[in-house]
């Protein structure tokens, strides 16, 4: 196993820590909500993303949520493109309520607090060389290429004689179903085989 690296710690305080002033993400009012209990109810889980300046990458929201729930101390970590920083809670066991509480808070408060701010990234976009959103899969306004519209199902089944259609149902709607079909039946054009399993 290659020799460890000696790993650099340091303690600070939270506004310690510089926001984004080109923040990609503007957030949400639900979202900020959501932080805010998350860190009062679980305390803090996974880490945020600094850079050598102490200007956050990515934890903006977190920052301010953390500090808004009554904290103060942060402990930053050095490291490098090789090693990723694991946070371990020794308070925390995954399977219990408060783990997979904070499993899921983890995902939703991401998904909840997203909305991007378009205007910033299409700011850094002219300024930074070589930044390409569109890299990433990143649709920058106006740039969207026009999706073929979809034909009409009408007309997509024009082309055909016949269809055929495989209806699943859950049994307590059988009686209406037998109704309707029975009602089809009466159409000389159109063949029905039923099965049950």
């Given at each position: 196993?290659?020799?460890?690296?000696?790993?650099?710690?340091?303690?600070?305080?939270?506004?310690?820590?510089?926001?984004?002033?080109?923040?990609?993400?503007?957030?949400?009012?639900?979202?900020?909500?959501?932080?805010?209990?998350?860190?009062?109810?679980?305390?803090?889980?996974?880490?945020?993303?600094?850079?050598k300046n102490?200007?956050?990458?990515?934890?903006?929201?977190?920052?301010?949520?953390?500090k808004g729930?009554?904290?103060?101390?942060?402990?930053?970590?050095?490291?490098?493109?090789?090693?990723?920083?694991?946070?371990?809670?020794?308070?925390?066991?995954?399977?219990?309520?408060?783990?997979?509480?904070?499993?899921?808070?983890?995902?939703?408060?991401?998904?909840?607090?997203?909305?991007?701010?378009?205007?910033?990234?299409?700011?850094?976009?002219?300024?930074?060389?070589?930044?390409?959103?569109?890299?990433?899969?990143?649709?920058?306004?106006?740039?969207?290429?026009?999706?073929?519209?979809?034909?009409?199902?009408?007309?997509?089944?024009?082309?055909?004689?016949?269809?055929?259609?495989?209806?699943?149902?859950?049994?307590?709607?059988?009686?209406?179903?037998?109704?309707?079909?029975?009602?089809?039946?009466?159409?000389?054009?159109?063949?029905?085989?039923?099965?049950?399993?």
């Amino acid at each position: 196993m290659e020799q460890e690296k000696q790993i650099h710690t340091e303690v600070v305080d939270i506004d310690d820590l510089i926001q984004d002033d080109h923040n990609f993400n503007k957030g949400t009012e639900a979202g900020a909500e959501l932080i805010g209990r998350s860190f009062k109810e679980h305390g803090a889980g996974r880490s945020v993303f600094i850079d050598k300046n102490n200007r956050l990458v990515g934890g903006n929201k977190a920052q301010k949520g953390f500090k808004g729930a009554g904290y103060r101390k942060v402990v930053i970590v050095d490291s490098d493109p090789d090693t990723l920083v694991a946070v371990r809670r020794k308070d925390v066991d995954l399977d219990t309520k408060e783990g997979r509480e904070m499993a899921m808070l983890d995902n939703l408060t991401t998904q909840v607090n997203l909305a991007w701010d378009e205007t910033e990234i299409e700011e850094v976009n002219t300024q930074i060389e070589g930044f390409d959103p569109a890299q990433w899969g990143f649709e920058m306004p106006g740039q969207e290429e026009e999706k073929p519209k979809k034909e009409p199902y009408s007309e997509v089944l024009r082309p055909f004689n016949t269809n055929h259609v495989l209806i699943s149902y859950p049994i307590d709607l059988h009686d209406r179903i037998m109704q309707l079909i029975e009602e089809l039946r009466e159409e000389p054009r159109i063949e029905i085989e039923s099965s049950a399993n």
